[in-house]
């Protein structure tokens, strides 16, 4: 199926920090919708795409102007008090319609301009390589938080077969690691993965953030259970994994290679 792709004119880009999410000041899209396309994605079960047409994967708005509407309100935001910014939330700000259109870039340089507080940067995309001079020049005001749900790249091609390849994410990692940008890695949602998951993390990281769709897709695991992820892993013979406890797995696996205050489970994991 073709993806869509339509500008549209944002009346504002900055949302308030709220459930999930409550340790920010804000949550910030640059775009709506997302060509990973996700299996698990809770967003399919939110109005942002409920309340539009076509499936959720195949489509994506671009913000047009944003850096220019995001620079006034940031401006604003900061006059009340102090702006802590979660990128992104409902949308990848690295999937590859960024690699034109570059909206991401244009906020970064917002807030190079004009830093918040904190920014934590949330993708699973090597793209943003491309703007390691830019999350430089934040300093220690940026976290990148890469999603790696498993070390098993046969079971990212199941579960979100558009999304890059697991080793590409690794190799990202090293990059931002070597360039002096901190880092954290997300396994979220928990995915099947091997006993050498931590050893393949530990040159890459100190921080890790673990999570689950039980935990972790703000609904107590309704959203998921009504994508019907389960029938994914019945489907694999792997339903061990999908389990409130299953997260507990890779935590142990993490624990006998990590120190425990370098894993963080679910929203902590998140926050500032
Ligand atoms: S990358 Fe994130 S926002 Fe995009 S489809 Fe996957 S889970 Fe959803």
């Given at each position: 199926m073709k993806t869509e792709y339509l500008y549209k004119q944002p009346k504002t880009l900055l949302n308030k920090g709220t459930g999930f999410l409550s340790g920010y000041s804000h949550s910030l899209n640059p775009y709506t919708g997302c060509t990973f396309g996700c299996s698990y994605c809770y967003v399919r079960q939110m109005p942002v795409s409920t309340f539009r047409d076509g499936v959720w994967g195949n489509w994506v708005d671009i913000k047009q102007d944003a850096a220019e509407i995001f620079r006034k309100e940031l401006k604003r935001a900061k006059a009340k008090g102090e702006v802590s910014i979660f990128m992104s939330s409902s949308t990848d700000p690295?999937?590859?319609?960024?690699?034109?259109?570059?909206?991401?870039?244009?906020?970064?340089?917002?807030?190079?301009?004009?830093?918040?507080?904190?920014?934590?940067?949330?993708?699973?995309?090597?793209?943003?390589?491309?703007?390691?001079?830019?999350?430089?020049?934040?300093?220690?005001?940026?976290?990148?938080?890469?999603?790696?749900?498993?070390?098993?790249?046969?079971?990212?091609?199941?579960?979100?077969?558009?999304?890059?390849?697991?080793?590409?994410?690794?190799?990202?990692?090293?990059?931002?690691?070597?360039?002096?940008?901190?880092?954290?890695?997300?396994?979220?949602?928990?995915?099947?993965?091997?006993?050498?998951?931590?050893?393949?993390?530990?040159?890459?990281?100190?921080?890790?953030?673990?999570?689950?769709?039980?935990m972790g897709d703000g609904s107590g695991g309704k959203r998921t259970r009504n994508l019907k992820i389960d029938s994914l892993y019945t489907a694999l013979g792997m339903k061990e994994w999908y389990h409130p406890s299953a997260y507990k797995i890779v935590y142990d696996r993490m624990k006998q290679v990590f120190p425990e205050d370098q894993i963080y489970i679910s929203k902590k994991g998140f926050e500032p």
């Open positions: 690295y999937q590859p319609i960024e690699h034109n259109e570059m909206v991401t870039r244009s906020l970064l340089e917002v807030m190079v301009e004009d830093p918040p507080e904190f920014l934590l940067v949330q993708t699973r995309s090597p793209l943003i390589r491309r703007d390691i001079d830019l999350l430089l020049l934040l300093k220690d005001r940026v976290r990148v938080s890469m999603t790696v749900e498993t070390d098993r790249d046969d079971m990212r091609k199941y579960f979100t077969p558009h999304a890059p390849p697991i080793q590409a994410r690794l190799a990202t990692l090293l990059l931002l690691k070597e360039a002096g940008v901190p880092t954290q890695v997300t396994i979220a949602p928990v995915l099947p993965s091997t006993e050498n998951f931590a050893d393949k993390l530990l040159p890459l990281v100190n921080r890790i953030c673990i999570d689950d769709y039980f």
